[in-house]
């Protein structure tokens, strides 16, 4: 299957200042990329998510860029919020597929 | 309604038992998955049905068996489970875009404890 990384896998920020995690995909046939946010004992919940016949995507204080050639993603947090604090997972899943692989996850935390 | 329910919410059980883990949705949507996830791990991709046939199978052991009995219901069936099989269960579903994924919505997992 797929083979998604993920970096880093912890973040820590002050709260205000903005978050970047990355994340690389090996299928080039891929062509669906999300991202889920799990808090601590909770269900991962999309947050964002992008085809690949866009390059950017914002939602508020988050976006998502993608770059086809180099195959990675990544998302942008600005303005973090202590409540924007969990682990967040990057995932890419293959066109005409119905799976969905998972990076490693990174764990964010905002500091107050 | 938007969720995916799961039971039960904790299971223990002992290698040489059976149980089940049933997941149940009412959005309509012809993509259910399992995931298995340890902890501090990433959900771990085990089976997808869609339209109710099973679709992807991720080399997943004979021990776990999958059934989906109508569009709204999945199960998993668990036979002489292993103590490296404790984790934590995720059931999802997601509406079928011409074959592409789309959003999970996910339950809040069963977590299972083999002794």
């Known amino acids: 299957g797929e083979n998604v990384e993920q970096h880093p896998s912890t973040l820590s920020v002050q709260e205000g200042d903005s978050a970047v995690i990355k994340c690389t995909y090996s299928d080039s046939a891929s062509n669906y990329f999300p991202w889920y946010k799990q808090e601590l004992g909770k269900r991962p919940q999309l947050i964002i998510d992008?085809?690949?016949?866009?390059g950017e995507k914002k939602d508020q204080r988050i976006a998502v860029t993608l770059n086809k050639t180099a195959k990675h993603f990544s998302l942008h947090i600005t303005e973090t919020q202590p409540e924007d604090s969990a682990v967040y997972f990057c995932a890419a899943s293959r066109a005409g597929a119905n799976n969905l692989f998972f990076g490693t996850g990174t764990r964010l935390t905002v500091i107050p | 309604d938007t969720e995916v329910t799961q039971t039960p919410k904790h299971l223990v059980m002992g290698m040489t038992n059976k149980k089940s883990l049933k997941c149940e949705q009412h959005m309509g949507h012809r993509a259910m998955y399992w995931y298995k996830q340890k902890a501090k791990k990433p959900p771990e991709l085990m089976f997808v049905y869609s339209y109710e046939k099973l679709s992807i199978n991720e080399s997943v052991p004979s021990r776990f068996s999958p059934e989906c009995p109508n569009s709204s219901l999945l199960n998993l069936h668990l036979h002489a489970l292993q103590p490296e099989d404790s984790a934590l269960y995720l059931c999802?579903?997601?509406?079928?875009?011409?074959?592409?994924?789309?959003?999970?919505?996910f339950g809040e997992g069963s977590r299972l404890t083999v002794l």
């Open positions: 992008i085809r690949s016949n866009v």
């Open positions: 999802a579903s997601s509406q079928q875009q011409g074959g592409n994924t789309g959003e999970l919505f």
